[in-house]
């Protein structure tokens, strides 16, 4: 219970009826809503009701006069009019303004609130309560969810002898799709705070209450339109945009215009745009009239296209349609609501990564005999153009051989934007590897800007392999160790094994070791390297010399968790990589 409120409900349990000021909404009288909506209105307006009732009206009030009364149905009424006729005389609205940029559309409401000489002044509070969903009852919501208490509890200071213009703050005043047309709002200017869940009702100590009818915007007895734009998108650049405009009011012409208001450079030309009547780009175009209140969406809304040209995106556009429409007019009994002059939609356009170097000086590779055969080792470091590493990117990647030979492959870039692969060949030739294209979201790959020169490899029988590699060398293997554990291939990881691990193992449990690998987050990102030097092996209580190992330093991710790990690689007389971990319990 707050203080002060609902201090007399003798209308409920018995008891004279006090003096005040009450509403007009009507409580058991004919609504004049269209059908489908509630024919007869159950606000809470008389007394037997608990309608609001002000009962000192001398501290406050909205407009310029006030008069009390005895219950909503009062013969003797001072202002000669009895509420429930609907034209009681309530003057303190003064604004009733809807801005048609969004669904629900954002509303605000102005009133005049005034405190006579002699007032004591204060805090006075501003509620209002609509019946969005027009079934004849304050409290509930609309379509969508809208609330209609619509201002809660606004605080308004008042100041003997002053009257205080005062805007509410913005609400939702839509039915979902619908404008409720007609609607009736309940204004209460209390000095009390009015309780949660409010609906209409209570007796307060002093104030005004004021009911409206809230109707469409009108001129010359006809509705005007009242627009809503939808552009939709995203949209990528050089795509086609399309707009809908729906109509929930009366037929008319709007005119429309195109800007833009982001940092791009994609453009969107108003020629360029076409509706299905055929007029001229920016209009005038025509609508029709929209469905009655409650009958759904508009069936014949306007359908804009305009094409947009290629650029640098992200970029961010605003379509607005313009209709000729006019102030809130308060009338007789109730308001007649005022429309922004436009409505407008926002659209954007999604950015495209160009891909437009593969640095030579990053991209390299070498082969090495093993086993009989020959492999090819490449890597590529694929970057933006800022440069900025690209991650998560499928690379295409075709090896040919001037012998005739040729093998494509596909390899997904790493955090670091390293993408590494190996091939295995049967035969001395000149190889070359090139990539063909790189693919991902937001990519769009042009091949003629890519400055990167194809690796071009001599595999012949007196080929040598340098006893060390590079960074860049170290860096790809272990990022292709990192990519074989989330791909689970296993035969790269078991080939690759240090001889050392399946002497200390045995090849069953190194295999089964690896099959059992299961991490589609593992990743690891060198930080640093050294080497190659002398490293012992260490696990299980057994110690294996490696002649030739290199220590690196790593971010290593494994089941979505990163930690700062030392790992260590092995290269061979050849220089070939390895690397090397622990399959399980030792050997005999």
Sequence with gaps: MFAGLLVACNGVGGGETPAGDYGDAPDGEMTNYQAPFA??????????????????????????????????????????????????????????????????????????????????????????????????????????GELEWAVQN?????????????????????????????????????????????????????????????????????????????????????????????????????????????????????????????????????????????????????????????????????????????????????????????????????????IVQAFTNIMGGNWIHYSGVSHIWWWAHIVYDDPVPLPDATVTVTTTGEGGFSQTDTVVTGPDGIAAGWLTIYSYDTYTVSIDNIEGENINYDPSLNTGEPLVLEVGPEEGIPPEVSGAMLEAFVEGVASAVRDKNTTFLFERLDPAVLTRYGQPACQAYLEGLDDPTFNIRMVDYSGPEPWDFVRDDISTPIPRAYSVTAKVTSKGETSAMDLHSSIDDFGLLYWLTDCGGSTP
């Design 39 to 144: 024919q007869t209105g159950n606000f809470p307006t008389l007394f037997s009701s608990d309608g609001a009732r002000t009962l000192n009206v001398e501290e406050a009030y909205l407009g310029d006069s006030v008069s009390t009364e005895e219950d909503a149905i009062d013969a003797n009424d001072p202002d000669g009019v009895q509420n429930l006729t609907n034209t009681d005389s309530d003057d303190g609205l003064v604004d009733f303004f809807i801005t048609l940029t969004s669904i629900p559309p954002p509303t605000t409401l102005s009133v005049d609130v005034t405190a006579p000489e002699g007032s004591p002044g204060g805090t006075f509070y501003l509620n209002v309560i609509i019946d969005l969903n027009m079934d004849g009852e304050w409290g509930g919501q609309g379509a969508k």
């Design 154 to 354: 606004e605080p308004v200071q008042v100041t003997p002898g002053d009257t205080i213009p005062f805007t509410s703050p913005p609400f939702g005043f839509s039915n979902g799709l619908v404008l409720p047309d007609g609607a009736y709002m309940r204004v209460a200017l209390t000095k009390e705070m009015v309780p949660s869940n409010w609906d209409g009702k209570g007796e307060f100590s002093a104030g005004e209450i004021e009911d409206h009818f809230i109707q469409l915007p009108m001129k010359e007895g006809k509705r005007l339109p009242i627009l809503t734009v939808d552009c939709n998108g995203p949209y990528k650049p050089g795509a086609m945009v399309t707009c809908t405009v729906t109509n929930s009011g009366g037929a008319g012409t709007f005119t429309y215009s195109l800007r833009r208001i982001g940092t791009g450079s994609v453009n969107v030309p108003l020629p360029t745009c076409k509706t299905g009547g055929g007029e001229p780009p920016g209009g005038p175009v025509k609508i029709n009239d929209g469905p009655p209140p409650g009958a759904g969406a508009d069936p014949n809304p306007v359908t804009i296209t305009c094409m947009s040209t290629p650029g640098v995106a992200p970029d961010t556009w605003k379509l607005t349609a313009k209709v000729k429409d006019p102030p809130a007019v308060i009338v007789d009994g109730g308001i007649q609501a005022g429309a922004s002059a436009e409505s407008e939609s926002i659209f954007y356009f999604e950015g495209l990564a160009k």
